[in-house]
């Protein structure tokens, strides 16, 4: 099993940036490919970015693309997401993930993954 922790939200204006940490405790982090969703009032989960055990493949989607940024530190066992040029529409809770065996190719479904932070609010004022 392994525990998230995540950190690093908070209120920012429009066009700033932010960065989220998310820290796991127990089995080697190494082992999972993490992944970091969001989820707005009155909307669905939905799949922001993820990495893979070593951090060699990302995936990102449309709408984050070119302004945020995943990336992990397995000696830390801290996945982050740098967030840049927030704009009202990326305010949501947002929640890491991990998963033993999840190939990069199912990433994008929050169904897949076996564990969850407690997520952390991210809100962008315009």
């Known amino acids: 099993q392994v525990q998230l922790v995540e950190s690093g939200g908070g209120l920012v204006q429009a066009g700033g940036s932010l960065r989220l940490s998310c820290t796991a405790s127990?089995?080697?982090?190494?082992?999972?490919?993490m992944g970091w969703f969001r989820q707005a009032p009155g909307k669905e989960r939905e799949f922001v970015t993820a990495?893979?055990?070593?951090?060699?493949?990302?995936s990102y989607a449309d709408s984050v693309k070119g302004r945020f940024t995943v990336s992990r530190d397995n000696a830390k066992n801290t996945l982050y997401l740098q967030m840049n040029s927030l704009n009202p529409e990326d305010t949501a809770v947002y929640y890491c993930?991990?998963?033993?065996?999840?190939?990069?190719?199912?990433?994008?479904?929050?169904?897949?993954?076996?564990?969850w932070g407690q997520g952390t609010q991210v809100t962008v004022s315009s």
């Open positions: 993930a991990a998963d033993g065996s999840l190939p990069m190719t199912r990433v994008t479904f929050p169904s897949q993954y076996d564990y």
């Open positions: 127990g089995r080697t982090f190494s082992r999972y490919t």
């Open positions: 990495i893979s055990q070593y951090g060699g493949t990302t």
